[in-house]
């Protein structure tokens, strides 16, 4: 078990203020201001740790409020600096001092708590197949808002030019099917489950053409990593303890499609402070480390699919999993699929869970920089791993009149599949 007895401040000690990550912060780079550097902030939160800031001072919310809480920093800090923990601590003893923002409280009851929720998600899938929201998508707050939800529509007609040539088929000796094949438990989430459903039925096929059989859990909640990433630890904790129950004790791997809930998931332990929690988020694995493989030979190969796609790695994934390698093996396995380099892919695109709702201009300035560099690329899919970042670079390529669609890296397997007859 990991002590928590300073909340995470404990995270932040290491720090020598060398500087090495300021380059490696989107906000610092958006502004040039120390206090919206990791350096500048890991001083403000050593401050109000200490009691030299109150927790209610402007300047200090402001600063943490900017952050995106991507974690960019922590691979480039050469002293091992735990920012996301300290981050987490910080933003629970502002929350503890001033009510959340209204609109920040509104938008976490209407997506994860469960019955409203589901109405939720029923009205915007159905605004979402009148294809309005597409036509609509912009830069505005509106605007914007109709392209992260036109970002949700699931591809139609598959993702690429099929090679109808004579790699059709990989030989059935190739596909591992072990005997039986391997449980594995699937975490539906909130969004994930309200606009992304198809990706999850992408995840049971591919899993299944690779030796998985995956089972529905009943019981299960939202993770609570937007509650956590909003400074409420306590509700995320209670939201995390029914996880752990509805998943039970058993061996099975957990498997989420997911970026932002795996990450927490995985963190259980730290964040309820006890074993369970810890056997739990050992259990945790994201789909693309279930289809690499424990060997990383990578999934079973799809058909060819001539395509042009640029990896865009959730920060959730890259920077708080270190999982670098495994979707690499993924596109691997789709034959003619070219990966387009993307100056700067592994930054944040400005999405951080409520961010792009609370620090709209922040979150804007972000992600205006990626797109432009996506642009210049001309791939024709965006793969990433996480909804809150396919909703926010898809909603980006709309408003910026790109035709390239966001889609999550399980899709692109799975158009291969089917192209290859495998679900015949
Ligand atoms: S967080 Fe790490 S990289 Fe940044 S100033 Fe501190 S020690 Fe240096
Ligand atoms: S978490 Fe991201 S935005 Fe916040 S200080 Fe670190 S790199 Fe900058």
């Given at each position: 078990m990991t002590g928590i007895a300073r909340g995470g401040f404990e995270?932040?000690?290491?720090?020598?203020?060398?500087?090495?990550?300021l380059q490696a912060c989107p906000t610092f780079l958006a502004t040039g201001d120390e206090s919206d550097s990791p350096r500048g902030r890991i001083e403000l939160m050593r401050g109000l740790e200490r009691g030299d800031?109150?927790?209610?001072d402007p300047a200090l919310i402001s600063h943490l409020d900017r952050?995106?809480?991507?974690?960019?920093c922590e691979p480039v800090c050469p002293s091992g600096v735990q920012y996301g923990h300290g981050l987490e601590a910080a933003r629970s003893r502002i929350a503890g001092s001033r009510p959340v923002p209204g609109v920040a409280r509104l938008a976490l009851w209407a997506l994860t708590t469960p019955g409203i929720s589901s109405v939720v998600y029923w009205f915007a899938r159905v605004l979402r197949a009148t294809g309005l929201p597409r036509l609509l998508a912009g830069w505005g707050r509106f605007g914007f808002a109709m392209g992260m939800l036109a970002a949700t529509r699931a591809a139609q007609g598959g993702g690429g030019r099929r090679k109808?040539?004579?790699?059709?088929q990989v030989a059935?000796?190739?596909?591992?099917?072990?005997?039986?094949p391997l449980a594995t438990l699937l975490f539906r989430g909130c969004v994930m489950q309200g606009l992304f459903s198809h990706v999850h039925d992408a995840t049971i096929r591919t899993l299944g053409v690779n030796g998985y059989q995956v089972r529905d859990v009943s019981g299960q909640v939202c993770c609570g990593a937007l509650h956590a990433h909003a400074g409420l630890l306590d509700e995320a904790r209670a939201l995390a303890r029914v996880n752990v129950d509805a998943f039970g004790d058993g061996d099975e791997p957990i498997v989420v499609n997911s970026a932002g809930c795996g990450a927490l998931m995985k963190e259980y332990g730290r964040l309820l402070d006890d074993l369970r929690g810890e056997r739990f988020g050992a259990r945790v694995r994201d789909v693309t480390e279930l289809l690499a493989g424990s060997a990383m030979k990578g999934p079973v190969a799809g058909e060819p699919l001539d395509l042009h796609v640029a990896y865009d790695p959730p920060c959730h994934l890259?920077?708080?999993?270190?999982?670098?390698v495994q979707p690499l093996k993924l596109f691997a396995?789709?034959?003619?699929?070219e990966l387009v380099p993307v100056p700067g892919?592994?930054?944040?695109?400005?999405?951080a869970g409520l961010f792009t709702l609370l620090e709209p201009e922040m979150s804007r300035a972000v992600l205006q920089t990626k797109i432009d560099r996506l642009r210049e690329a001309a791939p024709q899919v965006v793969a990433t791993g996480n909804p809150g970042c396919l909703m926010q670079i898809g909603a980006g390529l709309a408003a910026a009149g790109s035709a390239a669609r966001a889609r999550h890296p399980v899709e692109l397997l799975d158009d291969a599949y089917r192209a290859a007859g495998r679900y015949e």
């Open positions: 995270g932040l000690d290491a720090c020598v203020h060398c500087g090495f990550c800031i109150a927790a209610t952050c995106l809480g991507c974690r960019g109808a040539a004579k790699a059709r059935p000796a190739a596909i591992r099917r072990p005997s039986p890259l920077h708080a999993q270190g999982i670098a396995a789709i034959p003619l699929l892919a592994a930054e944040c695109c400005g999405s």
